[in-house]
C-alpha cells in the first residue's frame, strides 16, 4: 500500500478555517484519497474521498494537488466538535481493505 | 449513523475462554470488516468479508476467526482469549461496487481479558 505523511498533531481556533496536510509521494493512478476523522471514544468517522478533482461536501473540503503527491482537508471553520483524529488513507481501486495510519490530532481551542 | 450496530458494546472475559463479538447491518451492504485499535498501534484490520461465506484474512487475523452466514451479520471469535487481545473492537461496513468508497464504522465493543 503507498503511505500517507501527515503532521502529529495540529492546533487550532475555535470558528477558525483549519488546513490538514497529507503527503503521499508515492500515490499510484488508481488510489483515491480518503478522510476519516475519529471522535474520542468513537469509531473513524467517514469525511471525505477524492481521485483528482476538488471535492466538497457538508462537512469539508479536500484539495488535491495537480500531481496528486499531496492533499489538503479543508475544515471551513472549526468548532470544538471538530477536535479529532485524522486519518488521510489512500484506497486502491479494486481492493477491498483500508489500512489506517496515525492520523493528526487536531486540538480546537474556545 | 449507518445502520451498524456491535453487541456486546463492553465485555470482561477470563483468558482461555472463547468469545464472539457480533457485528449486525441494516443497510444491505456487502463488505464487512473488523477492526482492532490499540494504543500505538492505531486501527489495524484483523479479517474482512466480501459477501455471505466469503471471507478473508487482514494484518492481524492470528488467534481469530470470522463467520458470515447471512449478509447483515459478521461475527468475530475469539478461540481461547488472550491478554494481547484486550482492545476495542470496531466493525465496518461497505458497499462500493469499485471498492473505492466510504467505510461506516460501529461504535465498538471494549473488550478485556484478565
Known amino acids: 500500500d503507498a503511505k500517507t505523511t501527515q503532521p502529529n498533531s495540529m492546533e487550532s481556533n475555535e470558528e477558525e478555517p483549519v488546513h490538514l496536510p497529507c503527503n503521499h509521494s508515492t500515490i499510484s493512478g488508481t488510489d483515491y484519497i480518503h478522510w476519516y476523522r475519529q471522535l474520542p471514544s468513537q469509531g473513524p468517522e467517514y469525511v471525505i474521498h477524492g481521485l483528482t478533482s476538488n471535492v466538497n461536501n457538508r462537512m469539508a473540503s479536500l484539495a488535491i494537488a495537480e500531481d496528486r503527491k499531496s492533499s489538503t482537508l479543508i475544515l471551513h471553520r472549526a468548532t470544538l466538535r471538530d477536535a479529532a483524529v485524522y486519518y488521510c488513507?489512500?484506497?486502491?481501486?479494486?481492493?477491498?481493505?483500508?489500512?489506517f495510519g496515525k492520523g493528526t490530532m487536531l486540538l480546537v481551542s474556545p | 449513523d449507518a445502520g451498524i450496530t456491535q453487541s456486546p458494546r463492553h465485555k470482561v472475559t477470563e483468558t482461555g475462554t472463547p468469545v464472539t463479538l457480533r457485528c449486525h447491518q441494516t443497510?444491505?451492504?456487502?463488505?464487512m470488516y473488523w477492526y482492532r485499535q490499540d494504543p500505538g498501534h492505531g486501527l489495524r484490520l484483523i479479517h474482512y468479508?466480501?459477501?455471505?461465506?466469503?471471507?478473508d484474512k487482514g494484518e492481524v487475523s492470528d488467534g481469530y476467526s470470522v463467520s458470515r452466514s447471512k449478509t447483515e451479520d459478521f461475527l468475530l471469535t475469539l478461540e481461547s482469549a488472550t491478554s494481547s487481545q484486550t482492545s476495542v473492537y470496531f466493525c465496518?461496513?461497505?458497499?462500493?461496487?469499485?471498492?473505492?468508497?466510504?467505510?461506516?464504522f460501529g461504535n465498538g465493543t471494549r473488550l478485556t481479558v484478565t
Open positions: 468479508s466480501y459477501g455471505v461465506k466469503d471471507t
Open positions: 488513507i489512500l484506497r486502491r481501486s479494486g481492493y477491498s481493505t483500508l489500512t
Open positions: 443497510e444491505n451492504h456487502r463488505y
Open positions: 465496518a461496513i461497505s458497499e462500493s461496487r469499485d471498492r473505492v468508497g466510504p467505510l461506516h
